[in-house]
């Protein structure tokens, strides 16, 4: 079964998360303290997804995204935000989130966003075997990226951005087309998702983040890969 991480500090929103993703047929831990979901996610290392909230007693989510990000770029990381927290969302992403829900979120809202991320991660690309665009090499079999022979460290969201540019050399792509490719048809969320993760993949890639040359901005659209 698939396994989810829920770290909430108050009860009744907790519940609330947990009995509807056990509905939708998830294995879930439950946290009550950013400290005891980093202690879980140690004794279950196959857990797929964590929904971690931000305001917490202890540590906030936040630094327990840094945490697990700083050992684990597979897991896939919803933050779970206050509609006040505009900042937040982006923060929590430039740490290392693949995405966040605003509260209060539907039960279908948020099995969508766990399931779309699941299948992002589970995908196994068996086309082709690399890409190569110097000096870019993205390797599909062990979802690796490599530039100038260096490995570069991706989340399973910014290796899936990664290969759809590299599928679409020269190609402007709209913000809108690019959260169909990568977060999929059926997803609820909003377009800031894209501009704040290829800000992030723009940092691990790019020569220089503020002036960059491979991921190149098409003003008033979206996005091109320069080949
Ligand atoms: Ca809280």
Redesign the pocket.
């Known amino acids: 079964m698939k396994k989810v991480l829920v770290l909430?500090?108050?009860s009744s929103i907790r519940s609330f998360i947990v009995i509807n993703l056990r509905r939708a047929g998830y294995d879930v831990i439950e946290a009550e303290s950013g400290e005891e979901a980093l202690e879980k996610l140690q004794e279950n290392p196959d857990t797929r997804v964590a929904l971690l909230?931000?305001?917490?007693p202890g540590i906030d989510g936040f630094e327990v995204c840094r945490r697990i990000r700083a050992t684990n770029l597979r897991i896939g990381i919803i933050m779970l935000t206050a509609r006040s927290q505009e900042m937040d969302k982006v923060t929590g992403l430039m740490t290392g989130a693949d995405d966040y829900v605003t509260k209060p979120f539907s039960p279908a809202e948020l099995t969508a966003r766990v399931d779309a991320l699941i299948r992002r991660s589970g995908v196994t690309d068996d086309t082709t075997d690399r890409i190569t665009q110097l000096p870019f090499v993205l390797n599909t079999r062990n979802r690796t990226l490599e530039k100038d022979g260096q490995r570069i460290k991706l989340t399973q969201m910014e290796y899936a951005i990664m290969k759809m540019f590299m599928e679409n050399p020269g190609k402007a792509l709209s913000r809108e087309e690019i959260l169909d490719l990568v977060w999929g048809r059926d997803y609820f969320g909003e377009l800031k998702i894209v501009d704040v993760n290829i800000r992030r993949l723009r940092l691990k890639i790019e020569d220089n983040a503020t002036n960059p040359t491979y991921i190149t901005t098409v003003w008033g659209y979206g996005y091109k890969w320069e080949a």
Do not use: K, R
Not at 53 to 56: E, G, H
């Open positions: 909430e500090d108050e909230d931000i305001m917490l």
